[in-house]
Nanobody
Framework: VQLVESGGGSVQPGGSLRLSCAVS????????MAWFRQIPGHDREAVAA???????????SVKGRFTISRDGSPDNARNTLYLQMNSVKPEDTAMYYC??????????????????WGQGTQVTVSS
C-alpha cells in the first residue's frame, strides 16, 4: 500500500488549495480514508474522512470550507483522494497527511486506527 500526497504550499487567508493523495495497491471498497493534520507539539487531528460507501465526516473547524472526495472505481487498485480547501484561515496551517485503513465508522476520526499513511504535505496560510 502506498499513499503519496501533493498539492501543499503557501496560500493567503481566504484562498483555496487542493490536496491530492495518490493511492496504489488497495481498493477503497475495503478501506476508509481520511485527512489528518498536525502542528509541532500537538497531536495529529482529523480533518475529514470518507467511508467505504462514500459517507463523509468533517471536523467542526473545517465544516463548510473543506471537501473530501475520491475518484476511481471502488475496485480499482489506483485511486486519488482529494481535500479541497476553501476560505482557508491561518489556523489551517499544518502538515497534512492522508491515511487509509479498515476502520469502523465510529472510529473513523481516530488516528491510531489507521495503518497506512502518506509522507505529508505542508500547508501554510499567511498574508
Amino acid at each position: 500500500v502506498q499513499l503519496v500526497e501533493s498539492g501543499g504550499g503557501s496560500v493567503q487567508p481566504g484562498g483555496s488549495l487542493r490536496l491530492s493523495c495518490a493511492v496504489s495497491s488497495f481498493t477503497y471498497s475495503n478501506f476508509a480514508m481520511a485527512w489528518f493534520r498536525q502542528i509541532p507539539g500537538h497531536d495529529r487531528e482529523a480533518v475529514a474522512a470518507i467511508d467505504t460507501d462514500g459517507t463523509t465526516k468533517y471536523a467542526d473547524s473545517v465544516k463548510g470550507r473543506f471537501t473530501i472526495s475520491r475518484d476511481g472505481s471502488p475496485d480499482n487498485a489506483r485511486n486519488t483522494l482529494y481535500l479541497q480547501m476553501n476560505s482557508v484561515k491561518p489556523e489551517d496551517t499544518a502538515m497534512y497527511y492522508c491515511a487509509a485503513g479498515r476502520v469502523s465508522w465510529w472510529l473513523i476520526f481516530s488516528a491510531s486506527e489507521y495503518n497506512h499513511w502518506g509522507q505529508g504535505t505542508q500547508v501554510t496560510v499567511s498574508s
